[in-house]
């Protein structure tokens, strides 16, 4: 049974529609990630399943039961704020204990001095003092318990959110862009260290974001959502490998798919793709533009009677571990991308023809309006390679 | 106008002579010299509305000058002595501290809990926000002549209230045990649409992700979120309004002068109307200034504690 269901979820603000009907069913202990561009309605959609938001239109589901206009409060989850709203007057210790007193203590306890007269007010801070020291432990801030968020570096502020969402046990953890405001490096690392800490909890993350890289790192599966819709779920190497939507692949995977425009010719509809004639048989019909992604990886060199693609290299980018050649094509707008291993054209100046080929396996062929097409190798032609 | 010309001129002749001479040192006191001269407008008005008055009337507490008098000698701290001594200074001065402990609390309370009811609304908020800023902007004689019109004891728009709701009259103004309090009250009528205002910009300033963290964490109630969020956040806030309200209230003299004139028997007497009947009605003018420097140094304290907490804006660090 799913975790979350949510079915044909919709919302408004105003006139203008943010989410179109969205239907998503999230697995107990899946770390799920929602990505896409900014405005596209990620944001609207975790708060309507957190519940700080009302959906127009559709229901949310959490464990089986509808929590359509059952309180935040009371659908037991937890979020971590892309701002990290910890509460400045408060050290990160009172911070973290927060979810806590709110649910073990009563409103007579928590007022300041009458709540030693209660009875059972010592004992539930002992508990407390122990959960949020356990946490303290787990993320390794002991020595910053007693500090307010302002003396925090923003590492730091984000690992006491994120000891405030985890110290209790909610049904599922929402995160809305929690690595944004960090530095590079940082966000690199903290994105190892929540994949780990998902691990360890073994609870459901909802994981929202606007970097790919992010989604793709750490998600079990993605959701790519895009004007309010979500385009395409799966695994990371499916969304990767096998993008159902011109848009998918060109958000999906760095640098940016190579969209080449192509047509569909003669009876067999075979791919004319930079004035060469491609053997494989497009399933649309013949005299249609098509879309062609290449990845970079998938482009190599070639010698100049087997190539399919060729232009003047117009800049080369040297990472380190691999090469980035940019080449201009005749008749395509874009810079065509090859990613080459270390060294791979070292021989190759700028300004030089350079000439590419793929195999057809790695060709993803879009239509018009950005749908997926199928192809497949026309007969008695032998394969590219 | 007449200040600068005359400041663009001195500092011009002044530096006249320097420039032939030493043009290094010129060069070094030009931007001392402008700052000077660019103070110099401000700091004539200061030394002429404030700062001469305030020790004038220092010196003067030290005399016993009287209004009109052709002559007058130095009495060192006689006055002080007297005034320490003096049964009404003490009435007065308890009376304005009492005055001070109701307006203050009431006048806040009564200012968070409009901003908050204002806040929380979604609709007519700026038509609340000016209905109850009309006292604050309104000319307190004039208000209270009509509170004088309210209060009347047997026409009055409140006891007749009263009587129709089968309630005693009461005697608001003549009554030694009410007309303090009653006096209190005006004062908290005016006072409370500023803190309102005041309240309702600390209310703004709220980032609105620290309540809906709040509402993840479990905070169910309005009640516990106030105590979460709202109560902590506007801390700041809350020590402005305290001492900004208090400094006002220890003011309070309009009312009294135009409803009680400090009666019935001393009920009503404060600082500002003991010091004016002193000054004017009995033209013991070297009396009133040392009324007028105690009225001063409790004001100064309150002014010293608002600098204190402005400057400690980073109150969270
Ligand atoms: N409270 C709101 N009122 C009006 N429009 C809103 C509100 N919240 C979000 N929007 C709009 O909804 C769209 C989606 O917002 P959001 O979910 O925050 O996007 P994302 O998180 O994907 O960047 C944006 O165009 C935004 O302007
Ligand atoms: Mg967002």
């Known amino acids: ?385 | 106008m007449a200040d600068v010309a005359i400041a663009t001129t001195l500092s011009q002749e002044t530096a006249e002579p320097a420039r032939r001479g030493r043009p290094r040192l010129l060069a070094k006191l030009r931007r001392p010299l402008a700052a000077l001269t660019l103070l110099l407008p401000a700091m004539t008005l200061m030394t002429l509305l404030l700062i001469g008055p305030v020790v004038a009337v220092l010196a003067m507490s030290l005399t016993d000058y009287q209004l009109g008098a052709p002559s007058w000698s130095f009495v060192g701290f006689d006055n002080y002595l007297e005034l320490y001594g003096d049964r009404v200074f003490w009435t007065s001065l308890l009376n304005t501290l009492v005055y001070v402990a109701i307006v203050v609390p009431a006048s806040m309370a009564l200012g968070l809990g409009i901003a908050l009811l204002i806040e929380s609304g979604t609709s007519l908020r700026a038509f609340y926000r000016s209905i109850f800023f009309i006292p604050v902007m309104a000319t307190l004689i004039a208000m209270a002549i009509s509170w004088e019109y309210m209060l009347h004891p047997q026409f009055g728009l409140i006891n007749l209230t009263l009587k129709s709701l089968g309630l005693p009259a009461q005697a608001w103004l003549t009554n030694p045990e009410l007309a303090l309090p009653t006096i209190a009250a005006i004062g908290v009528w005016q006072l409370f649409g500023f803190n309102m205002v005041l309240f309702l910009a600390g209310l703004v300033s709220i980032p609105p992700h620290l309540y809906e963290a709040a509402v993840m964490d479990g905070a169910r109630s309005a009640w516990s979120r106030f105590w979460l969020v709202t109560w902590p956040m506007l801390g700041p806030v809350t020590m402005f309004v305290a001492i900004i309200s208090a400094i006002r209230s220890f003011q309070v003299f309009d009312t009294v002068h135009v409803l009680t004139k400090g009666g019935p028997s001393k009920a009503t007497e404060v600082l500002l109307y003991s010091m004016y009947s002193e000054g004017f009605e009995f033209f013991r003018s070297g009396h009133a200034a040392a009324i007028a420097v105690v009225f001063l140094a409790f004001v100064l304290l309150l002014t010293i504690l608002k600098v204190r907490v402005i400057e400690k804006k980073v109150h969270y660090a």
């Open chain 1, 1 to 385: 049974m799913a975790m979350f269901e949510l079915t044909g979820v919709r919302k408004s603000f105003e006139r203008t529609e943010v989410l179109k009907g969205v239907d998503l069913d999230i697995a107990d202990g899946e770390f799920i990630s929602l990505v896409g561009p900014s405005g596209c309605g990620k944001s609207t959609l975790l708060r309507i399943i957190a519940g700080l938001e009302d959906q127009t239109d559709g229901s949310v589901r959490i464990g089986g039961d509808v929590v359509d206009g059952i309180r935040p409060a009371d659908r037991n989850l937890a979020m971590v704020f892309q701002s990290y709203a910890l509460y400045p007057h408060l050290t990160v210790f009172n911070n973290i204990a927060v979810p806590l007193r709110m649910r073990r203590l009563s409103a007579l306890q928590r007022l300041p001095l009458v709540r030693w007269l209660v009875p059972g007010t010592r004992s539930a801070e002992c508990g407390i003092h122990a959960d949020v020291e356990k946490v303290a432990e787990l993320l390794g801030m002991r020595d910053l318990l007693h500090r307010k968020p302002a003396q925090l570096s923003g590492g730091q502020r984000q690992r006491v959110a994120v000891g405030r969402a985890i110290v209790r046990e909610p049904r599922g953890f929402l995160l809305d862009e929690p690595l944004s405001n960090l530095d590079a490096k940082l966000r690199v690392h903290m994105r190892t260290e929540i994949a780990q800490l998902h691990r360890r909890l073994a609870a459901t993350f909802i994981y929202v974001t606007h970097d790919q890289a992010e989604a793709m790192t750490m998600s079990d599966r993605i959701a790519v959502m895009m004007d309010g819709n979500i385009i395409q779920i799966g695994s990371p190497d499916d969304v990767y490998d096998d993008p159902q939507d011109l848009r998918v692949a060109e958000f999906i995977g760095s640098p940016k798919i190579n969209i080449l425009e192509g047509a569909t010719v003669g009876e067999d509809r075979a791919l004319v793709l930079a004035g060469h004639r491609i053997p494989i048989s497009v399933s649309e019909q013949a005299g249609r533009s098509i879309s062609v992604g290449i990845r970079p990886e998938a482009m190599r060199l070639a010698s100049s009677e087997g190539a399919l693609v060729s232009g003047r290299l117009a800049h080369k980018e040297n990472l380190g571990a691999e090469v980035l050649l940019h080449v201009d094509v005749d008749g395509q707008s874009a810079p065509v991308i090859v990613r080459l291993d270390h060294g791979g054209a070292r021989s190759i100046r700028i300004g030089e023809m350079i000439d590419l080929t793929f195999a057809m396996e790695d060709l993803r062929l879009f239509d018009k309006a950005g749908r997926r097409v199928g192809a497949k190798a026309a007969q008695k032609e032998l394969a590219y390679g």
